[in-house]
């Protein structure tokens, strides 16, 4: 068997390329055992050896940072570092799933629509990224994912166009500085839980959750036009609506 491999040689032994075993010794990961007088690097048997459990541990998923310290212990417990992968892929799959079921709701939402405008493809992922934050119950969410499906595009798109309106009504009457039991402000209010209730339903059960999200995540209201001083003068007005 070959005693010394130059890197191109090693490279082609293991799939890896040059570059990448460059990193590798730059990062303290996997050095050559010797160099030529030139300064060329060699590689010897146990350095192949070394470099075949770097790539295999890079296969289940390690990190090159876990791999190095990895290399460092003589004797490590194998069943540790499998269920550590495990429960890693585990976590992942979860989050996958999760995402899939993100992409499937928007999917849904979206494709019995004619045309769909960027506007409302970002519209429509916020409202989802809120209903998956765990301030919603099962049912609130599937009514919302319901009343969507429901909404023709023209209705859908009407909505959104007037609950911009809405928003932009309500800021003019802030900065004004109009009381928020002002009757135009009250009926601003009555408006917006009216659409809110178009495609929510339970008005009062979607205004505690969204309050609670809102709190915990009060940079959130923004993506909807929305700053946390705005949304406490529509919830000011909300109270005063029956």
Not at 184 to 199: D, F, M
Not at 217 to 235: R, S, T, V, W
Request: net charge neutral; charged share 30%.
């Amino acid at each position: 068997m070959k005693e010394t491999w130059k890197i191109g040689e090693l490279a082609r032994q293991t799939g890896l390329t040059v570059r990448t075993l460059h990193h590798y010794d730059k990062i303290g990961l996997f050095h050559p055992s010797c160099t030529t007088d030139a300064g060329h690097r060699l590689y010897s048997e146990n350095d192949l050896k070394q470099l075949h459990k770097i790539v295999l541990f890079k296969q289940l998923g390690f990190s090159l940072e876990e791999i190095s310290q990895i290399m460092k212990v003589s004797e490590f417990d194998p069943l540790e570092l499998l269920q550590l992968q495990l429960t890693r892929l585990d976590e992942e799959i979860k989050l996958r799933q999760t995402l899939k079921g993100k992409l499937t709701d928007i999917f849904q939402l979206l494709r019995s629509r004619k045309k769909v405008t960027s506007d409302q493809f970002i519209s429509t992922i916020q409202m989802m990224k809120i209903s998956y934050s765990g301030h919603f119950t099962q049912e609130q969410v599937n009514e919302m994912k319901k009343n969507l499906k429901l909404l023709k595009p023209d209705e859908l798109r009407e909505n959104e166009d007037e609950g911009q309106k809405l928003l932009a009504n309500f800021r003019k009457e802030m900065e004004r500085g109009t009381n928020a039991a002002d009757p135009v402000v009250l009926e601003l209010a009555q408006e917006w839980k009216k659409r809110i209730s178009v495609l929510f339903g339970d008005f009062q059960g979607i205004s505690q959750s969204a309050e609670r999200y809102y709190i915990e995540n009060p940079n959130q209201a923004a993506e909807f036009g929305m700053d946390a001083k705005l949304y406490q003068y529509i919830l000011t007005a909300l109270a005063g609506v029956e």
